[in-house]
């Protein structure tokens, strides 16, 4: 049997303790199909003992930065005072040098200046919290901020906005790792949602409605009935009982995105799901997603993953 997974989270001097709760609960409930921990997680701080989180409450650490040298993936959580960082202290800068070399690099929101500072996030895409943006583009310019996303990934070192978001980073981890059907049973477990995409828009000026009295949420719920077919926009307004163009701000707003991009996002979900869940062939994952044939499939499934469906299905099954 392969060993777990290991997470190693650091923590620093008034750590927000709710984000060091997120990396712990979302890996600690992956489970295979017959019930082993897919990871080991464990927190580490620059000096093993207690450290002073942003509450009134402390943490009792007993992992010294060693820890880091074993990690396959280290994430960093926030602090309450990151804004104010420049430079990392000698200290710090050693411990994040002990990282094993490939291990996964993860920072939940101004985490992120950490990332910076140590200069891992120079010429590769980043976010953080929305309200720290402008001070951190002044501060690390060699960074490609992107200030509007919930979370981004570049070629395994990924930031996150705020709390909410790094909760959907590390499910984008664990269904890197393990696919589609462990991380939506993880968010199940924690009653959130399976998915959003790392594109999606910080700031949505209200929650998702219920699908029962939102016109957009409607529109969802019809096209995830209906993905076999093709899906216009025109469809989609009338399941809504609203115009096109109504329909089109409507989305933007409530999920950040367009319409179109949302059903094409739901169609490549659906049918990695399958891929990973069913013994369907590629021709009857892509018939059932709206694909029409298994070349159109293949087509969308290489422009945005860069495998193809029979690739993807042996990396979750082995086949």
Partial sequence: MPLPHRVAVLVRDGVLAMEL????????????????????????????????????????????????????????PATDADDTLTALDPELEDALARRRPGARLASICTGSFVLAAAGLL???????????????????????????????????????????????????????????????????????????????????????PDTDVSPTGRARQWAVDHLERPITLADLAAAAGTSTRTLTRRFREETGTSPTQWVARRRLESACELLETSDLTVEEVAARCGYGTA??????????????????RRTFLGV
Avoid: K
């Avoid at 909410?164 to 059907?181: E, K, N, P, Y």
């Avoid at 199940?188 to 929650?207: C, N, S």
């Avoid at 070349?295 to 993807?312: I, N």
């Fill in 122 to 208: 120079d010429g590769r895409r980043a976010t953080t919290h929305w309200r720290s943006s402008t001070v951190f583009a002044e501060r690390f310019p060699a960074v490609a901020l992107q200030p509007d996303v919930l979370y981004t990934d570049d070629d395994g070192v990924l930031t996150s906005a705020g709390v909410a978001s790094g909760i959907d980073l590390c499910l984008h981890m664990v269904r890197q790792d393990h696919g589609a059907a462990v991380a939506n049973e993880v968010a199940r477990l924690a009653v959130v949602p399976p998915h959003r995409d790392g594109g999606q828009a910080q700031f949505i000026r209200r929650p998702l």
């Fill in 21 to 76: 709760g997120i990396a712990h609960r979302i890996f600690g409930q992956a489970r295979d199909a017959d019930g082993a921990r897919l990871y080991e997680v464990a927190t580490c701080a620059v000096r093993p003992g207690t450290v002073r989180t942003d509450g009134d409450v402390g943490l009792t650490v007993e992992h010294g930065p060693d820890l880091l040298a074993a990690a396959d993936t280290v994430v960093v």
């Fill in 295 to 312: 070349a159109s499939l293949r087509l969308h499934m290489r422009e945005v993953l860069g495998v193809s469906p029979r690739a993807y």
